[in-house]
């Protein structure tokens, strides 16, 4: 089972930027696709980017596309998310998870091993 801890929360003002990490436990989260989601206050968690086991595909939700990349270094076990022309309604705990598959998914469920999240809060 891999484990995944994320860093790079915090505090921005409206229109700024954040890059999240996910590091991951062991060699074979190369063979991964990784997602990022995010849990907003009081909301369902839901899905925001995810990228295939060799980068060569991605997905974004329309709300972020355009504005976040997600980008990952098999070499390093970790994955990113860099977050640009913040607003308030990016504003959520963000998660990185992992899935066993060789396409990239949305669903929930079908990512099997999960991060305990990062804070992000956008003000305006």
């Known amino acids: 089972q891999v484990q995944l801890v994320e860093s790079g929360g915090g505090l921005v003002q409206a229109g700024g930027s954040l890059r999240l990490s996910c590091a991951a436990s062991?060699?074979?989260?190369?063979?991964?696709?990784m997602g990022w989601f995010r849990q907003p206050p009081e909301k369902e968690r839901e899905f925001v980017a995810s990228?295939?086991?060799?980068?060569?595909?991605?997905d974004y939700a329309d709300s972020v596309r355009g504005r976040f990349t997600i980008s990952r270094d098999n070499a390093e076990n970790t994955v990113y998310l860099q977050m640009n022309s913040l607003n308030p309604e990016d504003t959520a705990v963000y998660y990185c998870?992992?899935?066993?598959?060789?396409?990239?998914?949305?669903?929930?469920?079908?990512?099997?091993?999960w991060g305990q999240g990062t804070q992000v809060t956008v003000s305006s």
């Open positions: 998870a992992a899935d066993q598959a060789l396409i990239v998914r949305r669903g929930r469920l079908e990512y099997d091993n």
């Open positions: 990228i295939s086991w060799r980068a060569g595909t991605t």
């Open positions: 062991e060699r074979t989260f190369r063979s991964y696709a």
